[in-house]
């Protein structure tokens, strides 16, 4: 969740017009990611999970004129200063994310083959949609 937080802010903030590097804040989140001891397979599942929910945010909230409101600027600079400041957690408020903006983003898991249990050849994981 907090790769979607972070990514999502990033795309909000970019549509906004904050002047920020999305570069460096991913990789600070990154790094904070890391810090916390995800391993080398884990980091490249939340940074392709970053990107590609930044993308689908980005893509969703472009043709909407109207989305930098006084309100909805006001979130997002206070979770863009928060998160510039190495802060990504998710935050009272920020623990339900818009579902409208995450909808059409694939959420799958990998989970055991059973088939690999009676033939070695097969896959030994398969990935499911959720």
Request: proline share 4%.
């Amino acid at each position: 969740m907090r790769a979607a937080q972070v990514s999502a802010v990033s795309a909000r903030a970019a549509k906004c017009g904050y002047n920020f590097d999305p570069t460096r804040l991913k990789s600070n989140f990154l790094a904070a990611e890391s810090a916390k001891g995800a391993s080398v397979q884990d980091m490249a599942k939340i940074e392709k999970e970053f990107d590609t929910i930044r993308a689908k945010v980005a893509d969703t909230i472009t043709p909407d004129p109207d989305f930098c409101s006084d309100q909805r600027t006001r979130t997002i600079k206070a979770d863009l200063t928060r998160h510039m400041a190495g802060d990504f957690s998710l935050g009272v408020e920020n623990k339900k994310i818009d579902e409208r903006l995450l909808a059409n983003v694939p959420r799958t898991r990998e989970v055991l083959n059973r088939e690999f249990l009676l033939d070695r050849n097969a896959p030994k994981t398969k990935r499911i949609e959720e």
